[in-house]
């Protein structure tokens, strides 16, 4: 049995000593400038985003100074665990940020997750779009038609955010400001309040979608 091993060892270690000799090597290019997009987890080691291991605000704002100066905006893998303090961050250095939702088997966390996700970019004007699942399926961990219902919940969503967007935009332009703001939540709720109001009237009061 012992033998079988060895031989086993030495036919490995052969293979990938000839496979790394005749490998057709190439140099990596020389880039300077700063990069679109970086992928970035506030996480050493072994830690996971469901063990007591909460990564600390004074790390993610040291690491996030630093990736500043590279690229101009980050993408995240999850929204749980301590990865929902990166976004109002970044914002400090002006990086936007793709939130991620990650999906395993867990549904309790996978609830989680998502609903993380949505506050995060309710909450976030830098937050510019939501990646749900990481790899899922190739993990087998989730079918494909489940995975695409819980990306269906996230685009409606977005769909509805975009809306009430393009809503509170044509109403401030008809207000004659010319300055299309930022609006605080309660602000944003006055405002679509108002809308629905005004569109209530013009309906003769009929069916008014209500603020999301």
């Not at 300077?32 to 985003?49: K, Q």
């Not at 990166?86 to 940020?97: D, H, Q, R, S, T």
């Not at 309790?108 to 506050?119: F, L, T, V, Y």
Request: hydrophobic share 40%; proline share 4%; with cysteine.
């Amino acid at each position: 049995m012992r033998a079988i091993v060895a031989v086993l060892l030495f036919v490995t270690a052969a293979h990938a000593g000839l496979w790394s000799l005749f490998q057709e090597k190439q140099a990596a290019p020389d880039f300077r400038g700063i990069l679109p997009s970086v992928s970035y987890a506030p996480f050493e080691g072994s830690a996971h985003p469901d063990v007591d291991n909460i990564p600390q605000i004074e790390k993610i704002r040291a690491d996030l100074k630093k990736l500043s100066t590279i690229t101009r905006a980050i993408r995240l893998y999850s929204s749980t665990g301590g990865v929902e303090l990166v976004p109002p961050i970044a914002a400090e250095f002006g990086l936007k940020v793709t939130v991620g939702a990650w999906i395993d088997k867990n549904s309790d966390r996978n609830k989680r997750e998502i609903e993380a996700a949505i506050n995060l970019a309710k909450r976030n004007s830098n937050v510019n779009g939501i990646v749900v699942g990481n790899e899922t399926i190739f993990r087998g961990e989730q079918k494909i038609d489940d995975l695409v219902e819980l990306i269906k919940q996230v685009k409606k969503f977005r769909q509805r955010s975009r809306d009430d967007r393009r809503n509170l935009e044509h109403l401030a332009r008809q207000s004659g400001t010319g300055v299309l703001c930022r609006f605080h939540r309660r602000a944003r709720a006055a405002l679509l309040g108002k809308l629905h109001l005004q569109a209530g009237r013009r309906s003769g009061g009929g069916d008014v979608p209500t603020a999301a």
